[in-house]
């Protein structure tokens, strides 16, 4: 079995990918947990906003060639494509210019403390399974909050859209300039209690 890409309108294979080995899976997230225990977790926001913040930039520059991946993979017509990129640009836009806020400490009222606050803090991997509808705008809506508040994040996406999985990995790699932060996980249902039950991914997103 594998990830298997094939045009909707043609019928014909864009690309295949086998699943990748176990052994690779682990080394994924070794990789993944030495970038979030040596610098990502110990940035600050703000620069957490500055690795993330080019990435609407980026999606704008390439918006049509991305819009036609997503098309071409899963049937979109290309205006509706078109619209998930500006959507996702939208949501970069407002989680840079908002998470300052939304993350920082908040000063709440305990009864019997003088000083209560809420205050919050990075957990480790988080892993997303991600549907084939909207195969960018899902990925991100999870992915940016996800790193902004000190997180690194595995994506597990529908088997009939890897090329617009490719494609997402890249842009956080080209951005952020640290490979490993985001990473696309090929890997079939089973394989997904492997990566759930190890130590450093501490949370799932399911849509």
Known sequence: MSFISTNPFTGKIN?????VSDEEILRKIELSKEIYNKTWRKKSIKERIEHIKDLSTYLLDKKDKLAKTISSEMGKPIKES?????????LIDYYTENA????????INAKGY?????????????LGIM????????????????LLAGNTVFLKHAPNVPLCAFEIEKSFNEVTGIEGLFQNLFIDIPQVALVM???????????
Do not use: C, M
């Not at 300052?100 to 000063?107: A, D, G, I, M, S």
């Open 82 to 90: 078109v619209a998930e990129i500006e959507k996702v640009v939208w």
């Open 197 to 207: 039950e190890h130590p450093f991914v501490q949370g799932v997103s399911l849509t």
């Open 114 to 126: 003088e000083k209560s606050y809420l205050r919050y803090d990075s957990i480790g991997g988080v």
């Open 131 to 146: 549907p084939w509808n909207y195969p960018f705008w899902q990925v991100y809506r999870f992915a940016i909050p996800t």
């Open 100 to 107: 300052e806020n939304h993350l920082k400490p908040k000063f």
């Open 15 to 19: 690309a295949e990918y086998p699943f």
